[in-house]
């Protein structure tokens, strides 16, 4: 009988929070890359996703992965207006650091590294955890507006969008933060219920 969802017993587990690139390893079966349809490889927006079985997976409802590609892309790629690219991946990068997506941290506090060249920071971040000070209130006041939103219950307010402004961030700095945070509260979530990371070329010895 063919088992629903996939273990991985050997697999080699990320120990710690990093910016080093890893792997996701998915537990239940994604689309074979050969077998994806024209609607599913369209949903997917970028052709380089259907190399990735997170995105595969997520193609078996390929009308709900556009709408959240899209929004992903607008979220973080729209720099038209509103904060700068650095501050969207630390409001991502906070909350999964929060919410424990090992993942989704490593990607999104790289890319804040990449925006802004605060490595140390982004750093300090990850290995002390979100009450860590990153040495100005603007990123501070995202990192605590960010947490709050993760929180369940709920914990943002009136006092977090004060903080804020009181950092300097505008309405539309501020709609930015949210967005981003607010996406990987939901994104983590999506992330950790499917599968899990793994660090790329190495194995586990017994």
């Excluded at 052709?47 to 995105?55: D, I, L, N, Q, V």
Aim: aromatic residues 6%; hydrophobic residues 45%; charged residues 25%.
């Amino acid at each position: 009988m063919t088992e629903i969802v996939t273990s991985y017993p050997e697999l080699a587990r990320p120990e710690e929070f990093t910016q080093q690139g890893l792997g996701w390893v998915p537990w239940l079966l994604p689309v074979a890359e050969e077998d994806l349809t024209d609607l599913q490889r369209d949903a997917l927006i970028e052709p380089a996703r259907t190399k990735m079985p997170y995105f595969r997976l997520l193609a078996r409802d390929p009308e709900a992965l556009r709408a959240r590609t899209l929004t992903d892309l607008d979220i973080f790629y729209n720099v038209s207006g509103g904060i700068g690219r650095a501050e969207r991946e630390l409001a991502a990068a906070a909350t999964s650091r929060h919410n424990g997506c090992v993942f989704c941290a490593s990607v999104h506090a790289a890319s804040a590294t990449r925006e802004s060249g605060r490595e140390a920071d982004i750093q300090r971040l990850l290995d002390e955890g979100t009450d860590a000070d990153l040495g100005d209130e603007t990123w501070n006041a995202v990192v605590a507006a960010s947490v709050a939103l993760a929180d369940t219950p709920l914990a943002f307010g009136a006092a977090d969008i004060a903080r804020l402004r009181a950092a300097g961030l505008d309405d539309a700095e501020i709609v930015d933060v949210i967005g981003g945070a607010a996406f990987f509260n939901w994104a983590n979530r999506l992330m950790l219920s499917l599968g899990e990371p793994e660090v790329p070329g190495r194995r586990v010895t017994r």
